[in-house]
Structure formats: structure tokens, C-alpha cells
């Protein structure tokens, strides 16, 4: 595949410059749509307004019907639970005669926000500081959305016989695990079914350095409930003979990973693969650890976070310091979240740690285990022509020779597109970098990188539409 300077594939004087002029000369637009979707709290979690899930999928048609769909819709699939799934928007343009079909894929749906008082900006109102948009969803994956319907209005406005067949799909609950992902895709697969799947939720490898993924962990998580008493009791009358449960909790937890930080349950999958690896600084710098913490595990860092398994507790239900009693509590429940090295079978880690914990002692304490979401790993095909083609998009955009990185972060419906539409070729993208700290407080968006990110995909579509896959 060629790396000229120019788009030596040119259709009707369309060429690498004009597209960048063109999305440079809309770019103000695109991210004030980009501020408005960031503007809806559009959080899939039951405890949330599901009227907001609602807005946003329709802001979400709107701007898809202004980018030169055929065909737009909002549809729901329940889960298998019979819960009915999140909205999420399903927008066509047909493929011209011999030419082949792309999906795009981001999710409208954003993570919670946290505690507010964490934030330096409004949680839901974009805000430009210096080089970065600030704002939950400003990076994930709204940002993913703008892409997708920035890049496709810049193809249509410049290649006058775009023939290239492009379905939208937006989904709304992939924060929430994605729950009627399967059941969807299997409901609309005559609507979706494409050659190219471009899943726009992943992050590059730097500022002003691209990446296509090339693998991501595989995840599970569960719930574990510790009981030592009936009910609460006074902690004077009878603290001593009697622990209370987040004592025990404790206790279960610090068995979770060896003195050197890495997992301790056994019977998971453990790689050391990774090509390259991060400066131990910037990493520190990126993460925002202290520096005087050691970092857990053992070999390259990358492999640690690609390769390797990871296990978090990420909630716990007990009093807070604020509301807390002298009083022995009886129960205590917490999440806790494995993120799986590639080639391991959620299924049989969920078993792991389920062993794991029940062999620990806790003097009789009732412990109950409840698994709560496994996905699995993905490992790209290096080897596709689409690939070769997003390679070159991205250095035309950057100016930058792109980076094939794995990812420690998990999309686990990757392995249902795989299945549900085999014939498929995925290019996992994305528009976040190392400081997004997308999940977190002060997420953001690289601005550009962002424009970046819409002139490769732009390009991307082009030269399909010439060369084909």
C-alpha cells in the first residue's frame, strides 16, 4: 500500500489536503456537536434518568439524518433477562453496485460521574483548557461518535461518486455491559452486516502518535457478600470475640495478588508478547501514581497491562466515615473487576476466582459469590487488507508512522461481531490517549488528535471507495 504525501488514488481532484481542508474549515462545528452530545447525561445504569438515554439517542439521529443517511432509526432488543436494552441508533446508506460495506461503531451511553467535587470542570458541560475539551463522554466515545459522522459529511461533500455503503451503529449501554449487545446484533444482523467494522472506542499511543488496536483483555467481575453476624451489634458489648464483616473483608481482599502485586489466584492466563513498552515515567506521569508507590507486577509494563491479568475492587456497600456508628457491621458486599490476558475463557477465571475465594479462611464467615459480567478477549488480524488501509489513513493524518498496541481495557462485544459476522473485518480505533482518563474524573479529549482522528477516517473511506478491500 502507498505512503505518498498525496492521495495518489485521487476520485474527482479529491485529494489528502482537501479533505483536511475541508474538516479544518467545519472543525468549530463539529465540536460544538460534539459539546452538545457531551451536554446530555446519557448514563445506562438503572440508578439513573433512562430519559436522558433517550435524548441523547435522538440528538444522535438527528446529527446522523444531517450526515447523509438513507435510512435512520432508534431500536431496542431486550436482554436475555427480558430487561428491554438501552436505544441505540441504526442509520444506512446503501452500498452502490460492487462496492463493499462499513460499519461504524461508537456508544452514546457515558460512564458516571463520579463525585463532582473531583472535577476542575462542570461533569456535563464541555470546556476547552488549553489543548483539551473537559467533560464526561467528551472522549468516550463521543468523541467516537463526532468521527464517525465528521468524517462520512467530508467524503460525501468531496467524492461526488461515493459509493461505499455506510451503517451507523450507536449503541447505548456498552458502559452498562452491553446487555442486549448479542440479542441486537442477532434481531438487525441484515442491517448490520458489513466487510469493515470500525469500532471507534479505544485510545492511540500517544499525543500525536496513532494506534490501531491490535489486542484488548478480555474481562469478568462478581459480587462478594461477607457475613459474621445476624445483625449489627454495639462495638463495645461485643467487639473482641466478634469481627465484623469489613474486617473479614479485608482480609479476603489482601489475598487477591502476591507480595510483588501480581495476581494471586491461580489458573489464569499470564503472556509476555508486547513489542514495545512504556517509558516507566511517563507512565507514572500518564497514570497519575504516586511517586513513591512501587508499581505492582513483574516484566515489561505493557505486557502487565495487555498481557497480563488485572484485579480491582471498584465498589464496596458499608457506612461511610461520615455516617459511621460504633457498631459491628454484619454484612459487607463489594465488585470486584478481572480484566483477562488474551487466550483466556471468562468463563473459566470467573471459576478461579470463585475457588479462590471460598478456600480462604474467615473463621465461618458466610461468603457468597455472584458472577456478574465475563467477555472476552480480542486479538486482531494483522494480516487484513482494511488494516493495511487504516494504517496509511493514519499516517497521512498524524504525518506519523502509526503504532499497533494492545490495550489493557476490554470491549467484550468484539467477540459477538466476530461471531455474528465472521466474514468481517474489525479495525479497532480510537481517539483517546494515555491523560484521557476516560472512566475518571477530568476526562478528556485531545482536541488534535480528535481532528486528526476524523481526517483518517475520512481518508479511510475514500480510499475504499477506490481500491476496494
Not at 464526561?136 to 461533500?157: Q, S
Not at 508507590?293 to 461520615?322: H, Q
Amino acid at each position: 500500500m502507498s505512503t505518498n504525501s498525496t492521495f495518489d488514488a485521487a476520485t474527482n481532484g479529491v485529494d489528502i489536503q482537501s479533505l483536511k481542508n475541508h474538516i479544518d474549515t467545519n472543525f468549530e462545528q463539529i465540536l460544538e456537536e460534539l459539546k452538545t452530545l457531551v451536554s446530555i447525561p446519557s448514563i445506562a445504569w438503572e440508578s439513573f434518568d433512562p430519559q436522558n438515554l433517550e435524548k441523547s439517542a435522538q440528538a444522535v439521529a438527528e446529527l446522523a439524518k444531517n450526515a447523509g443517511m438513507e435510512s435512520v432509526e432508534i431500536l431496542r432488543e431486550p436482554a436475555d433477562d427480558g430487561t428491554m436494552g438501552a436505544p441505540a441508533v441504526v442509520a444506512r446508506r446503501k452500498a452502490a453496485p460492487g462496492k463493499p460495506t462499513v460499519l461504524l461503531y461508537a456508544h452514546h451511553d457515558v460512564q458516571p460521574p463520579g463525585n463532582d467535587a473531583d472535577w476542575n470542570t462542570p461533569v456535563f458541560e464541555a470546556t476547552k483548557v488549553g489543548d483539551r475539551l473537559f467533560g464526561r463522554g467528551a472522549a468516550d466515545d463521543k468523541a467516537g461518535i463526532m468521527v464517525h459522522i465528521a468524517a462520512l459529511r467530508a467524503v460525501l461533500d468531496l467524492v461526488s461518486d461515493f459509493g461505499v455503503g455506510v451503517t451507523y451503529f450507536f449503541e447505548g449501554e456498552e458502559e452498562a455491559g452491553s446487555p442486549s449487545f448479542r440479542n441486537f446484533l442477532e434481531a438487525h444482523q441484515d442491517k448490520l452486516a458489513a466487510d469493515v467494522i470500525v469500532v471507534a472506542d479505544s485510545s492511540n499511543w500517544a499525543v500525536g502518535t496513532p494506534a490501531l488496536t491490535s489486542s484488548l483483555r478480555g474481562m469478568c467481575a462478581a459480587e462478594i457478600t461477607v457475613r459474621s453476624l445476624k445483625h449489627a451489634v454495639h462495638s463495645g458489648m461485643f467487639g473482641g470475640p466478634v469481627l465484623d464483616s469489613p474486617l473479614l473483608a479485608a482480609k479476603l481482599i489482601s489475598t487477591f495478588h502476591n507480595e510483588d502485586g501480581s495476581v494471586a489466584v491461580q489458573g489464569l492466563v499470564s503472556n509476555e508478547t508486547a513489542d514495545v513498552d512504556f517509558d516507566e515515567q511517563q507512565f507514572r506521569n500518564d497514570s497519575g501514581v504516586l511517586d513513591s508507590f512501587e508499581l505492582a507486577g513483574t516484566g515489561k509494563i505493557t505486557d502487565r497491562l495487555w498481557n497480563k491479568p488485572a484485579l480491582s475492587v471498584i465498589g464496596m456497600d458499608m457506612p461511610s466515615v461520615d455516617q459511621s456508628s460504633n457498631t459491628l457491621i454484619a454484612q459487607t458486599r463489594f465488585k470486584v473487576s478481572m480484566r483477562l490476558a488474551p487466550g483466556q475463557d471468562p468463563a473459566k477465571a470467573l471459576s478461579a476466582l470463585e475457588e479462590h475465594v471460598m478456600g480462604v479462611d474467615l473463621r465461618g464467615a458466610q461468603v457468597d459469590f455472584k458472577a456478574t459480567e465475563a467477555g472476552n478477549a480480542y486479538k486482531a488480524d494483522l494480516d487484513a487488507s482494511a488494516n493495511d488501509t487504516a494504517r496509511w489513513a493514519l499516517e497521512q493524518a498524524w504525518g506519523v508512522v502509526p503504532v499497533n498496541m494492545g490495550l489493557g481495557g476490554s470491549i467484550p462485544f468484539i467477540a459477538d461481531l466476530l461471531e455474528v459476522f465472521p466474514k468481517a473485518q474489525i479495525l479497532v480505533t480510537g481517539v483517546e490517549d494515555p491523560d484521557s482518563r476516560a472512566h475518571s474524573a477530568n476526562e478528556s479529549l485531545h482536541i488534535g488528535d480528535f481532528q486528526h482522528a476524523i481526517e483518517a477516517e475520512a481518508l479511510l473511506l475514500a480510499r475504499i471507495n477506490v481500491e476496494g478491500l
